[in-house]
């Protein structure tokens, strides 16, 4: 699947979320699958999640 298929998928279903749940519902949706995706890329390995961490505390990782 490419990304910008599936980009419109999430979009589509965002939507239907938004139709259904409202404002608060779109907004949980949305918050869950970013960090469902942190997950996954932490798994796969994608994410260093120590070099994110450090980055945001300020310090330089190597």
Request: proline share 0%; charged share 10%.
């Amino acid at each position: 699947m490419s990304g910008t298929l599936i980009g419109a998928i999430a979009g589509v279903v965002l939507a239907i979320v938004a139709l259904a749940f409202g404002f608060w519902g779109f907004l949980l949706a949305v918050v869950l699958g970013a960090i469902g995706a942190v997950i996954g890329a932490s798994v796969t390995g994608r994410l260093d999640l120590a070099a994110v961490l450090d980055a945001v505390r300020g310090r330089r990782s190597a």
